[in-house]
């Protein structure tokens, strides 16, 4: 056979081997993104449709029979992510992605988020050591006819730091309170992102000491150096220099003095030595 025509075959079924028809999906995947607090809250799930099916109520006629547990979506069931911590449904719940479980039953659901999330939704393999969360919240009829499974994350406060996590379906509504405290995690931010590295105020002293710049700033530096170390006897040495430097003779033996005996405490005759030079000087 002609090689030409051998290739032209190889390559018409390698491409029917590797195209596919792409047909819309029954359950489509859908994600919900917003924010609550400064915390990024996501869910991804695959919504099933209603297709004229009976979905909640009492034994096997319908899809989600009451008092079973469900993976709360279609497929591999719903994922939630957290950025920070959070109280679900006033249960704190540490960052992370969690599937989110239910049982339903006629005026209340158990919803549970459940630490597994490559369980998906092969249910048979449920641990109840991989429970996060469980919560049992009110259910509400509703007069709306919900054709689509939806989840949402509605409710959201003014301040912004609670908000709700809802669950609709055919005339059924739950939701899931979402709470966050953001006010200590803007503290912690701000604690972290506006505090001076105390080696840094060290350093600058020195070099102001080094280069008979303003010493009365380059006490102020190493005072707040000390504070975070006041045992470092190499820093509370440099602020005896400093106080010689600025004619505290008094101030700075008495400085020295503490600073040879914090030397003493780490066993560093250097500083105990360079002190002791500095004492005979005053």
């Not at 899809?63 to 591999?76: C, D, E, H, I, Q």
Request: some cysteine; glycine content about 6%.
């Amino acid at each position: 056979m002609n090689k030409n025509l051998l290739l032209v075959i190889f390559c018409f079924v390698a491409f029917e081997l590797c195209a596919q028809i792409q047909t819309p999906q029954g359950s489509p995947n859908a994600t919900v993104s917003t924010v609550v607090g400064i915390n990024d809250v996501v869910v991804k799930y695959a919504r099933p449709k209603a297709k004229g099916r009976k979905i909640f109520g009492e034994g096997s006629d319908f899809l989600v029979p009451y008092g079973k547990l469900w993976r709360t979506a279609a497929n591999s069931g719903s994922v939630i992510t957290f950025a920070e911590e959070v109280k679900f449904g006033g249960v704190s719940v540490p960052k992370g992605s969690y599937l989110i479980l239910s049982t339903p039953n006629k005026t209340e659901w158990t919803v549970i988020l459940y630490k597994d999330v490559a369980m998906g939704g092969n249910l048979s393999k449920f641990n109840q050591a991989e429970v996060a969360a469980s919560v049992t919240v009110k259910s509400e009829q509703i007069s709306e006819n919900i054709q689509d499974f939806t989840i949402n994350i509605s409710d959201m406060n003014e301040k912004g730091d609670k908000a709700n996590l809802q669950i609709e379906w055919e005339h059924t509504s739950v939701k899931i309170p979402i709470e966050v405290n953001f006010d200590a995690q803007v503290m912690k931010s701000i604690d972290a992102n506006t505090k001076v590295n105390p080696n840094n105020l060290f350093q600058a002293a020195v070099y102001y000491l080094e280069n008979g710049k303003d010493l009365n700033k380059a006490l102020i530096w190493v005072n707040e150096a000390l504070a975070a170390n006041p045992s470092a006897f190499w820093m509370i040495t440099v602020k005896a220099r400093i106080l010689k430097g600025l004619g505290k003779k008094d101030e700075a033996l008495q400085t020295s003095k503490q600073a040879w005996e914090e030397a003493k405490k780490a066993n560093n005759v250097d500083y105990m030595k360079m002190n002791e030079d500095l004492q005979k000087s005053l």
